[in-house]
């Protein structure tokens, strides 16, 4: 059965990823105790990376670059952020210890929605947010395997994702 839109997929795969100009490096794996498992055509996954496995069988190998563009985009200036250090108190006290680069704050923008934002500096009373998804401007590198193609049940294509044992147990 070839890969097609209402299909459930599983893949194993590598995920690497480099920004232009630098090394390849290790981002994610998904092997067979817990491949990716999908609704092709379902729109949850980068569309560059499902049409690159449309048409592919079980046992099918693959191994694909996307570009940034067509991934998570270029980085983008304006998701960089100077926000008052103020806005990070809680009970009145900034813990510096979140504060600290690299780090990862959950935030919400001006109509209540979740971004994650990474600290990248932190300067007398302002701190830099970046906004931007972390892979964003980094080219990825798949090569992985098809494990599995089956048809889509009603439920599925309903709910416009696969399901996978347990999933809506309550």
């Keep these: 059965m070839k890969i097609e839109n209402n299909k459930v997929v599983s893949v194993t795969y590598m995920l690497e990823s480099n920004p232009q100009g630098q090394e390849k490096s290790h981002v994610e794996t998904a092997d ?3 491949p990716l498992t999908f609704l ?11 049409s690159n496995l449309f048409g592919k069988v079980k046992g099918d190998q693959f191994s694909f670059s996307i570009d940034a563009v067509d991934a998570y985009g270029e980085v983008e200036a304006e998701a960089l952020v100077d926000l008052p250090v103020d806005i990070f108190k809680v009970d009145g006290v ?18 209540g929605n979740r971004l994650d934002g990474r600290v990248v500096s932190v300067s007398g009373e302002t701190v830099k947010m970046d906004f931007n998804h972390p892979l964003a401007g980094h080219q990825l590198h798949f090569s992985g395997e098809v ?24």
């Design 32 to 34: 067979a105790s817990r």
């Design 40 to 50: 092709f055509g379902g729109g949850g996954l980068i569309p560059a990376f499902e």
């Design 94 to 111: 900034i813990d510096m210890s979140m504060l600290q680069t690299g780090n990862v704050i959950p935030m919400s923008d001006r109509d």
């Design 147 to 170: 494990i599995e193609v089956r048809e889509a049940t009603e439920e599925e294509i309903a709910h416009g994702h696969a399901h996978t044992p347990g999933m809506h147990e309550h």
